[in-house]
Each structure stands twice: as C-alpha cells, then as structure tokens.
C-alpha cells in the first residue's frame, strides 16, 4: 500500500488555515490541522514573516510528498485581496525552498472535490471534511477545515 503526506494551505494574512492528511491508498487520514493567526496591529512585513517561518516549520515537521495550496480568486476588495496575495506568496516561498511539489486549486475546484458541489457553503464543505476524515468534530477554526479540503482535493479522493 502507498501512503503520502499531503499538506493543504488557505492563505490568509490574519489566518492561514492549513491540514495535513495521509492518503493510505485511498483511506484519508487527519495527521494534524491549525492556524497561523498574525495579530492586525502588527506590521504586515512583520506578519508575513510570521506566515513565512510557520509553514517552514510545518513542512519540515511533516515532510510531505505534495503540498496543495488554494489559488486567489477574484475579490471586490482590493486591499484584502493584496494581502492574501502577499501572505500566498510567502507560503509559496516556503513550499519552493522546500523543494516540494505543489499544486493550485481554485475554491470552487476544492468545493467540488469534497462536496460534489462547485457552489457548496462553508458549513456544507466543513461537514464533508468532517466526514470523509472521519473527525468527532468539524476542525476549528474554520480556515484550518479550509486547509483540510484543499489537502483532500489533492489527494483526489472523495
């Protein structure tokens, strides 16, 4: 049987959700979820290092054979969308020096591999990655089930 190590990142300056699950050759596997949370007072330079060294750290501890990160969908709002932007880029930055093979997916390609839905809500994905983890809850805070789904989706399994 092969197993792999898939870590999934939701990038997001306040939050980067993240999840790392093992896929034992079609049986999914939560290893470990969370957050890196940046506090909004600090400086944003300051912020993205945080982002930056803490998905180091989560790449080393867990050494994955695929890293999966959600891709920048289109926002209304400019300045918001910069930041995640800027906060992607450093977790990119980490996964490239990592030497890790990564793959991009857009929310509504996460949303359609764990729900069969590409439109599916939020409670509706986190109770399908509830499910297919086979968790007693659904993983809080929401960014880190978002960190999930996206591992999920890369393991292409459902």
């Given amino acids: 049987m092969t197993k792999r190590i898939i870590v999934g990142f ?5 939050d980067t959700g993240w999840g790392v699950i093992e896929d034992q050759g079609g049986k999914l596997i939560c290893l470990a979820y969370g957050s890196i949370k ?4 600090t400086e944003t330079s ?3 290092e945080t982002i930056y060294k803490k998905t180091e750290e989560i790449l080393k501890k867990y050494n994955p054979e ?3 990160i959600e891709k920048l ?3 209304r709002n400019v300045t918001s969308a910069l930041l995640v932007g800027q906060a992607r880029g450093v977790v990119l930055l980490a996964i490239e020096q ?4 990564l793959i991009e997916f857009t929310p509504n ?3 359609q591999a764990v729900s069969c839905y590409g ?4 409670a509706q994905i986190q109770k399908m990655v509830k499910m297919i983890l086979k968790l007693k809850e659904i993983p809080k805070p929401d960014d880190a089930a978002d960190g999930l789904a996206i591992a999920i989706c890369a393991s292409g399994k459902k």
């Fill in 10 to 14: 939701d990038p997001g300056l306040a």
């Fill in 38 to 41: 940046t506090p909004a007072k």
């Fill in 46 to 48: 300051e912020r993205l």
């Fill in 66 to 68: 695929l890293v999966a």
């Fill in 73 to 75: 969908f289109f926002s």
């Fill in 98 to 101: 990592a030497h890790l093979p």
């Fill in 109 to 111: 390609q996460v949303k």
């Fill in 119 to 122: 439109a599916a809500g939020k």
